[in-house]
């Protein structure tokens, strides 16, 4: 008795006996029941054999469906159906193959169901011997890479190893044979919802299925890359440098150009490092190609474009064999320079990382150079971008960064690259140069060598003072007391800068923010004893009455080293961070560099702020001082004393920290520049050495004239020497 029993259930003649077959191997849909050929028995012969009661067969037959029911239901759901009805009209078998292209066809005949993918293994399983109308499926359960086949009530696992790594495309259309009986009521579904499409009637049905084996080991490389870069200090497991993970690039790139994808582009990957194909057709190989990357807000490089001429696509073309009419563009964003670390320590604008290839064969000596543009915010007025590509054949290291072949157009946010190769490109930021590197080197010999000599002349002068001239002054001179105050923090200041960069190269952080506060204190000391000398000028020309002050020269003390201390300590306990390592990075070329490291204010902003604000403040105050001062000299010009005037003119002017003004000069250029910074570095780095000088002059004046300036002498009451009311306590 034959009948047509719709979905998952086909015809068996009462009384058959059911056997397992076809390889398999569990209980559910993965048990095929099959009715085996022999004399067929009675239920009751059967259980009188066994020593069963049919209601015990009927209730292990019931819980035979039960158990297939709840294995099918832990299954995932299908990621495939194909579905259709079968006429059987004589005994035939299903006849399973393995193809190595990525297609899946099934196609019917009277003697067999022939199955064909790319999955194994081969098998050759008979179908039931009833006749009649079968509903059958076949099943793709990717995530449990087995691919099945219900037909009837009979299920046939063909394939228990159906990689998962495989996507759909639309199906060829169904083809007929002649006298080849059709499959009807056909119909296919796959992907998310398994939406059903009919198809029509036919023996012949083929699908095309893309393996993204690829796509999900790129997505590994990248993924693994991009953690590498975020985290390069974090141990692995294995030792790793850059050179090795750089290694895993051309690998990427090979995949890259082989992996199969809809559509004429896709991107790969992360914002910290994302790949980018490009589908070439024979259509665009005859024109240049442009492409313009995502904008990427909160950076320093916001993206970039790309444009290859034409003839890079001709060039490669010519140098393939055997490659099909579709040429690859594959383009690598990188956000992380962890994986181009040259010896100089060279500094990568926004660690933006470009790398650009065609075809399987490197690139070099276009005639037409390709133009690579890097958007970004405006760069700082000492720094100039240049274009570098990486060279792995550097003969050091893991490889260089070098400008052969490449043009830098540098624009107010843009930069923009021309270079007759293709590579890892990127763009370094380079200190412009205002000066040569030699005079660089003469420079910081004079201020190490002005630092050591204005430091041993200041301890001088005021080691002689307080041993053997103290007692001379302490009638007429008592305001030289601020002069050795000077001569103290400008002893500190030498010291702390002479010390500072040793410090740093210790490698004791605490010892790093000592040494910056130290530093700092010096400065600050320095400049507010500048400022009280304006002061103290100030009391002698602008005062016609010189008011007595009770310890005057305590309370200037106060002021003089009681505010640096608080300003310094109000700043270390703000934030402990503040004081400790600065770099300055200083680079001259591609090829040599500085990196100098002392220990100093690590925030720009209180530099800024405390430093550049007091020392304004003091400059403009002790400036209006000096004015006064030369007027008051050009009032006694008639009084025979020019030379006197000229010296005490010259004295005022380096306790005043006059010359430090030229540091207003170091932004200009060219020759101007250059004397400028030669004027700075020699008066300042000697300030204490001239102080001692100018002092020791003053005392041989004094001595030439064989007595001290009376204390009611006009001149003498003018002169930074002499005061007669001021009490110095």
Known sequence: MNSDIGPNLGTFPMGTKWGYSCQTNRLGPGVSLIPQEGRSKSLSEEHQELGKSPMMDCLLLALLFLLQGVDGSSRHAEDFRFCGERRQTNKSRIIYERWTENIITIENSAEALRISAPFPTPKNCLLPNNLGNYRFCFYWYQRDRIFNLTYGRNNYTLSTEAEPSFNFSNPSPPQNKSGVPVLSNVSYAYGKGLRNTSLSSAAVYSFSIRDISKVHEIEEQLRNLANYMENPNKPTGRQTNGKSLYEKLPPLESDLRQVEFEGKNKTFGTSTMRATVLKIGPSKASQDLSFVSELEVGRKVHGFAVNLPKILFTQTKARATGMNSERRVVLIDINSQALFQDQNGSRVLGEKVVGITVGNTPVSDLPQDMVLKFFHDQLPRNVTPQCVFWD??????????????????????????????????????????????????????????????????????????????????????????????????????????????????????????????????????????????????????????????????????????????????????????????????????????????????TAPLIHNVVNLGIFSLVFLFNLVMLGAMVREMLRQRKRGHQLKHALVLLGLSLVLGVPWALAFFSFSSGSLRLATLYLFTIINSLQGFLIFLWYWTMVLQVRKSKSYPSPNSTDSARLPFSTSRTSAD
């Open 392 to 601: 792995v054949n550097a003969s050091h290291g893991p490889g260089s960064w070098k400008s052969d072949g490449c043009e830098t157009e540098i624009g107010s946010e843009q930069t923009v690259c021309r270079c007759n190769h293709l590579t890892y490109f990127a763009v370094l930021m380079m200190s412009s140069p205002g000066i040569q590197s030699i005079h660089k080197q003469y420079l910081t010999i004079i201020t190490y060598i002005g630092c050591i000599i204005s430091a041993l002349a200041s301890l001088f002068t005021i080691f002689f003072f307080c041993c053997c001239s103290r007692t001379k002054h302490r009638d007429g001179t008592k305001n030289i007391y601020i002069h050795m105050h000077l001569l103290g923090a400008i002893f500190l200041l030498d010291v702390s800068f002479l010390i500072t960069e040793p410090l740093a190269s210790i490698g004791s952080e605490a010892a790093c923010k000592a040494g910056g506060m130290f530093l700092h204190l010096s400065l600050l000391c320095c400049l507010t004893w500048m400022g009280i000398e304006g002061y103290n000028l100030y009391r002698l020309v602008v005062e016609v009455f010189n008011t007595y002050v009770e310890h005057f020269i305590l309370k200037l003390c106060l002021v003089g080293w009681g505010l640096p201390i608080l300003i310094v300590s109000v700043i270390f306990l703000a934030d402990q961070t503040n004081y400790g390592p600065f770099h300055i990075e200083v680079f001259e070329s591609l090829e040599n560099s500085t990196n100098a490291t002392m220990c100093w204010i």
